[in-house]
């Protein structure tokens, strides 16, 4: 069945860092792409989305490519900030408006 | 405009206890599911529903109850608490049940423990 697998956490950079955060899928057919970020003791929250191969999904500083070739959607930020300090998703949606997530990776920024 | 109301917000209950977790939405969403969110674990799929009056299982549907009798409601009952089902639970509901998963929108959450 469809899956997506994302790199293991904590992430702990300093302010001003360079951040990636690596996401691969695997699905039947071509899923939309998303990254969804949880701040302490909230919901979740989309952060971006990509629904076709090559689609560039941005907001707020941070942006994905949707990459057929590797099944990838890897996150980047050029300058993380403090606030940025969150629990990340990646998720695949299909066919069936099912949303699967991988397994959150935990952002600590510095200053 | 509310969202996703999730009610309530922490619980506690004792091994064997039943309970339902409520979940309502005001933006007339057709597809509304319910998650469970555990460490190292992401947001696994418990049940889902594409419309009032149907319902259909997730990833880990067992020991957990849903029905849609109405568009905006969709309560998960916990029928004989286990401690394996100690975790946070996540409503969310959606624009579009064709497919995609696009425009989901989450409650914040019922933090649950069995004792």
């Known amino acids: 069945g469809d899956s997506v697998t994302q790199m293991e956490g904590p992430v702990t950079l300093s302010e001003e860092a360079f951040l990636t955060i690596n996401c691969t899928y695997t699905a039947t057919g071509y899923p939309s792409l998303f990254w969804y970020v949880q701040y302490p003791g909230e919901g979740l929250q989309l952060l971006l989305k990509?629904?076709?191969?090559?689609d560039k999904g941005s907001n707020k500083g941070f942006e994905a490519t949707y990459r057929k070739e590797t099944t990838s959607f890897h996150l980047e930020k050029g300058s993380v900030q403090v606030s940025d300090s969150a629990v990340y998703f990646c998720?695949?949606?299909?066919?069936?408006?099912?949303?699967?997530f991988g397994t959150g990776t935990l952002l600590a920024v510095q200053p | 405009n509310a969202g996703v109301t999730q009610t309530p917000k922490f619980q506690v209950l004792k091994t064997g206890q039943s309970m339902t977790l409520q979940c309502a939405q005001d933006m007339n969403h057709e597809y509304m599911s319910w998650y469970r969110q555990d460490p190292g674990m992401g947001l696994r799929l418990i049940h889902y529903s594409v419309g009032a009056g149907i319902t259909d299982q997730g990833e880990v549907p067992n020991g957990y109850n849903v029905s849609r009798s109405t568009t905006e409601d969709f309560p998960l009952r916990l029928l004989s608490a286990a401690p394996s089902q100690t975790s946070v639970y996540f409503c969310a509901s959606s624009y579009r049940r064709t497919g995609g998963g696009y425009g989901y929108t989450f409650g914040s959450g019922t933090r649950l423990t069995v004792v």
């Open positions: 990509a629904t076709k191969a090559d």
């Open positions: 998720a695949s949606g299909g066919a069936t408006n099912k949303l699967i």
